[in-house]
């Protein structure tokens, strides 16, 4: 169980393109979804944190007109890169998590990787 | 200000040695604690996690792990660790739904 899905696994698109990545969660619904970017050897950082229904919070120093966050479903969230440049490119990450009953524990869908060129 | 801290970014064991991970929290109370590995390109997999009750959590793979509020450690352990335990390992606490990760430790793993 708790299984999160991402598509797609990798894109590579031109600089100033938009690029829309899903996360799913497969067999249970999440109360909430998180963003995540992993730079090379790094760890994850926050983007934003989305719940079904209601706009996305944001961490400070992200962007919220560049990394659009739609959460249609209570199993379904998209990151939207608009207009993207090489900079963008990262290894994007989104989780779902089932709410503080569970612990807060968050299952993690596979990854996306962005290149931008 | 909370914190997850890691501080070995870099462990190498041979096969079949155990296995002690650290990771050191600072919260204003006891936070949720997660640990996950990643293994290269891949999402993190949940491995085990403490929110209350038993201190000493036992997870997958034959990883467990000790909750030790005196030292604000939650440490992870594997007696004996195998070629296919080679990843990236990230400690992560949390008080609401929010995790914040440590800086991770990567485990190689010798034959």
């Known amino acids: 169980g708790a299984v999160v899905s991402q598509h797609p696994s990798w894109v590579i698109c031109k600089s100033g393109t938009s690029v829309k990545i899903e996360c799913r969660s497969l067999d249970f619904q999440a109360t909430t979804m998180f963003w995540y970017r992993q730079f090379p050897k790094q760890s994850l950082m926050l983007m934003a944190t989305s719940n079904e229904g209601s706009k996305a919070t944001y961490e400070q120093g992200v962007e919220k007109d560049k990394f659009l966050i739609n959460h249609a479903s209570l199993t379904l969230s998209t990151l939207t890169v608009t207009s993207a440049h090489p900079e963008d490119s990262s290894f994007y990450i989104c989780?779902?998590?089932?709410?503080?009953?569970?612990?807060?524990?968050?299952?993690f869908g596979p990854g996306t990787r962005l290149t931008v060129l | 200000a909370q914190s997850v801290t890691q501080p070995d970014i870099h462990i190498t064991v041979s096969e079949g040695a155990s296995l002690e991970l650290r990771c050191n929290y600072s919260y204003g109370a006891t936070p949720y604690l997660f640990w996950y590995v990643q293994s290269p390109g891949q999402g993190l997999q949940l491995l085990l996690k403490?929110?209350?009750?038993?201190?000493l959590v036992q997870g997958i793979k034959g990883f467990e792990a000790e909750f030790k509020r005196s030292q604000s450690s939650f440490n992870l352990r594997k007696p004996s660790v195998h070629w296919s335990d080679a990843a990236e390992y990230f400690c992560a606490g949390g008080d609401t739904d929010k995790l914040i990760f440590g800086t991770g430790t990567r485990l190689q793993v010798f034959p």
């Open positions: 403490y929110f209350s009750g038993d201190t």
């Open positions: 989780s779902a998590g089932t709410g503080t009953s569970d612990g807060g524990a968050q299952f």
